[in-house]
Each structure stands twice: as C-alpha cells, then as structure tokens.
T-cell receptor
C-alpha cells in the first residue's frame, strides 16, 4: 500500500524567510509525485509533477525536488500570498490512483 | 474555459435523504474523479472513471454511486445520506494522472 507523510503539519514563516516542506513516501515503483496548492475554501491547484529521482521543477518562488524516498518543496523568500496548504501525492506501481498526504499548512506573516 | 465546475456549492441534508452532486469539465479529459476531504484525513478517492463508459471504486466507495454520463459529466449520488458523509466533495479531471480540481461542494448531513 502506498503511503505519503508530509511534515511539518504546519509552518509559520516571516516574509522573506526561506524554508522547505517535506513529503516522504513509500511506494512500489514510483510513477509520479505531484504537488498541489490549496487555498481555504477552494479546490487543490496543480503545481508540479516529478517522475524520477534527481528531477527538479520551478515556478516563481517554488522549487520541487525528488529523491528515491522523499520530495521537498523549497520556498524562497516567501510572500504572504504564498500562505496555503500544500499537498503531495504519489502514483505508484500498478495503481491507477493517487495517494495524497494530509498536507502542510503554510502561513507567511508580513 | 471554465475548467471543472461543481454544483451545488453547499448542501444540507437530513439523514436518509438522497441527492446527486454534479460535475462537468470542458478540458476534454478522459479521466474524472470524486474525492472527499475531511479534517485530518486528507483527500480520499471515492470513485473514478478512466474513460467514458467506465467507473471504478476508490478507497471509500460505500454509500455512494456514480454515473459517467458522457465525456464531460461525472455525477456522484448519495442514496441515503448519513452523518458520516458530512464532508467537502471535490471532483477532478485529468488527461493522465495530473488532476485538475473543481471548487468543491460542502455537504452537511444532520
């Protein structure tokens, strides 16, 4: 059974204070790892897909990286508008369904 | 291009009542999904449809039925609502395993 653990559960940063969000996974044959952003009261918004260890993707202040056991979402010089819950999901083995983590709630203070 | 739309946005039901949640996408995606999101539980897959005319159970299908009406529309039916079905329901669609989510339906069963 695929498993995804995200840490920490919540993170509070000062504006401009860079940090990283962690997504650890256990899967039989990773076929893809997905990052989403979710604002309160809204549906998740797709950010990135990573397919193999060593792969990196960037979008504005966000950079996602992938190893064989975990993924990091690095946030550089965050702004208050980056405050949201960030979800990680994996697709593994013969599954045709994503397994989601519980999410990390990021709060950025001005 | 509206993306994924869901109706209604909010609904209150009494135990035992039935209702159908509607979902439509205009991105010509083959795959469509229904999830529920509960505090501390993350997103859990209820049912999915890999293509028009096919549906499969997800992680938590009990108490629900689905219909893939055509390529655009995928509905979720609660035949006899129970308080345990109080949740936020999200529909998603995707060309492959990347998924694009609707705004959600907040359902309360009293």
């Amino acid at each position: 059974e695929d498993q995804v653990t995200q840490s920490p559960e919540a993170l509070r940063l000062q504006e401009g204070e860079s940090s990283s969000l962690n997504c650890s996974y256990t899967v039989s044959g990773l076929r893809g790892l997905f990052w989403y952003r979710q604002d309160p009261g809204k549906g998740p918004e797709f950010l990135f897909t990573l397919y193999s260890a060593g792969e990196e993707k960037e979008k504005e202040r966000l950079k996602a990286t992938l190893t064989k056991k975990e993924s990091f979402l690095h946030i550089t010089a965050p702004k208050p508008e980056d405050s949201a819950t960030y979800l990680c999901a994996v697709l593994g083995g013969a599954n045709s369904k994503l397994t989601f983590g519980k999410g990390i709630t990021l709060s950025v203070r001005p | 291009n509206a993306g994924v739309t869901q109706t209604p946005k909010f609904q209150v039901l009494k135990t035992g009542q039935s209702m159908t949640l509607q979902c439509a996408q205009d991105m010509n995606h083959n795959s469509m999904y229904w999830y529920r999101q509960d505090p501390g539980m993350g997103l859990r897959l209820i049912y999915y449809s890999a293509s028009e005319g096919t549906t499969d159970k997800g992680e938590v299908p009990n108490g629900y039925n689905v219909s893939r009406l055509n390529k655009r529309e995928f509905s979720l039916r609660l035949e006899s609502a129970a308080p345990s079905q109080t949740s936020v329901y999200f529909c998603a669609s995707g060309p492959g395993y990347e998924q694009y989510f609707g705004p959600g339906t907040r359902l309360t069963v009293t």
